[in-house]
């Protein structure tokens, strides 16, 4: 079993992988950052358990569907596997931002079954890293320290400078992970 301070939970797009306006609409288009892998397997061979939580819009909007995402975060892990690393779950919101669901960030659905799925009473101590102000918002009412990255969304995210008191910054997953492993 995993314990909550010992768990990172990443934002997907524009923290592992490259972001785009347009969505990531195939397995072609989902580019993972040359840093990141190397970043959670060494995260893993710490001892850390990695989970993912991100907002898949696209599905809602007819622009990929649930078996190509899957092909995405099956080529994910098939990447970190690799690298000597694990994913020890992967969550994501499907809706739409007006779908009124309660898993879309920033609210805490997501973070809620990553919890959950892997059988902790808290995420009292995790962090959930982000390049967005609501992968922050999601993070910090379940307890877990917040840092923001620079890549994806992150620099027009800093730039605005709300909402990011509590969060730690870093220019990548790599700087982030660099500075966790060695304090």
Not at 14 to 31: A, H, P, Q
Not at 46 to 51: I, L, N, P, R, Y
Not at 64 to 79: F, G, I, P, V
Not at 117 to 139: F, I, K, N, T
């Amino acid at each position: 079993m995993a314990e909550a301070t010992r768990l990172v939970i990443l934002d997907r797009d524009g923290v592992i992988n490259l972001d785009s306006d347009d969505y990531i609409r195939s397995l072609d288009e989902w580019i993972p950052y040359p840093t990141a892998i190397e970043a959670i397997a060494r995260l893993s061979r710490a001892g850390w358990a990695v989970a993912i939580a991100t907002n898949q819009s696209g599905i809602a909007r007819g622009y990929y569907d649930e078996a190509t995402l899957a092909l995405m975060h099956a080529e994910l892990e098939r990447q970190v596997n690799e690298a000597g690393g694990s994913i020890a779950h992967i969550a994501y919101c499907p809706h739409g931002p007006n779908d009124g669901c309660s898993c879309r960030k920033p609210l805490p659905g997501l973070l809620a079954e990553v919890r959950d799925a892997l059988d902790l009473p808290s995420l009292e101590g995790s962090w959930m890293v982000g390049d967005s102000l609501r992968d922050l918002q999601a993070g910090e009412p379940m307890g877990c320290h917040v840092a923001l990255v620079r890549t994806g969304k992150g620099r027009r995210t800093e730039a605005k400078g709300v909402g990011l008191d509590k969060a730690f910054i870093f220019d990548d997953l790599s700087a982030f992970v660099d500075w966790l492993l060695n304090p």
